[in-house]
């Protein structure tokens, strides 16, 4: 049983979730630049703001780290099963 997994996002959906990000980070960068504040405070924010973007591909990673473990383990799972069932045979009599 070799079954592909099938893709479930498509290139337009990559393709906004990517623009969609950069253009939040562009934009935060910008205020952050033109903010009428001092130069440590836009350093700060601006460390801020490296740290959320770290954290969120961090999260993301993590997500899809489990959900493929749960797909591997379910595959893994639904093997067994199949194999179990492929030896059985339910008009096998024992001890005659």
């Known amino acids: 049983m070799t079954a592909t997994v099938p893709h479930r996002t498509t290139t337009a959906y ?12 562009v934009s935060l960068s910008l205020g952050i630049a033109y903010l009428p504040v001092s130069s440590w405070m836009r350093a700060f924010l601006a460390v801020g703001l490296l740290f959320e973007i770290t954290s969120a591909f961090t999260l993301a990673k993590v997500i899809r780290d489990r959900q493929e473990e ?19 045979d339910p008009f096998k009599v024992e001890n005659i």
């Open 14 to 25: 990559f393709a906004q979730a990517a623009i969609s990000f950069g253009l939040a980070t």
């Open 70 to 88: 749960g797909a591997i383990t379910s595959r893994v799972d639904q093997a067994r099963l199949d194999k179990l069932l492929s030896e059985h």
